[in-house]
Nanobody
């Protein structure tokens, strides 16, 4: 299983970005799909996740600006980030917990850099 994160870049504060995570297998092979980020000098932080059934969960700190969605047909999930702030600068990682034949395994994408200028 491979996860490919993309969509990061340099954005001005107040702007928006849509991060994508493309999976090499169908999404029904995952129990939960999510996003994390890691800023320089900080621990990796959970942001949001979405279940195979479509239920989403968010960290309190981002729930008013971040939206997670998934597209089973494209084998991908997304993180829409609105009203970007300089403190959103980090490497963003997608993550998935395996189900069915992949049960018990955890997968990570390689990360995509988001830099927000003030």
């Amino acid at each position: 299983v491979q996860l490919q994160a993309s969509g990061g870049g340099l954005v001005q504060a107040g702007g928006s970005l849509r991060l994508s995570c493309a999976a090499s297998v169908n999404l029904f092979n995952f129990h939960v799909m999510g996003w994390y980020r890691q800023a320089p000098g900080k621990e990796r932080e959970w942001l949001a996740d979405i279940t195979e059934g479509g239920r989403s969960n968010y960290a309190d700190s981002v729930m008013d600006r971040f939206t997670i969605t998934r597209d089973s047909a494209k084998k991908a999930w997304y993180l829409q980030i609105d009203r970007l702030k300089p403190e959103d600068t980090a490497v963003y990682y997608c993550n998935a917990d395996g189900a069915r034949n992949y049960r018990g395994r955890v997968y990570w994408g390689q990360g995509t850099q988001v830099t927000v200028s003030s």
